[in-house]
């Protein structure tokens, strides 16, 4: 069965890489360029996963994630941070905010791949 994927990201080199890489592990994947736009889509679709891009205009991934956790109808979502940042105290952030998995750039597409796939199993 397809699975529901987000991408929020603001890059377009990586939207286009992550799109290519879900749609052909079969996924349904559908793409928000902002924060704003990320947080609507979420509440609209109610993705299985969302790959959360931390630094993106309107409102960061962080702040996504949060209202995302604060709200019942969503909690079925998983939500899988991408940053740039691999700080441990960002880490530890997108943890306390509730995100299930932290990746930081550059990463692999075989592990992110299998990430997703952990996930959506869960």
Avoid at 36 to 47: H, Q
Avoid at 79 to 92: E, H, N, P
């Amino acid at each position: 069965m397809s699975k529901r994927v987000l991408i929020a990201d603001d890059e377009p080199n990586i939207v286009i890489s992550l799109e290519f890489l879900m749609k052909r592990e079969g996924h349904a994947v559908s793409v928000a360029r902002d924060g704003p736009s990320a947080l609507a889509a979420i509440r609209a679709e109610k993705p299985d996963l969302v790959l959360l891009d931390v630094m993106m205009p309107g409102l960061s991934g962080f702040e996504v994630c949060q209202a995302v956790r604060a709200d019942e109808a969503l909690a079925g979502v998983r939500i899988l941070m991408l940053s740039a940042k691999g700080r441990d105290t960002d880490i530890a952030k997108g943890s306390a905010l509730g995100a299930d998995a932290y990746m930081t750039k550059p990463f692999s597409t075989r592990e992110l791949a299998e990430k997703v796939r952990e996930l959506l199993a869960s």
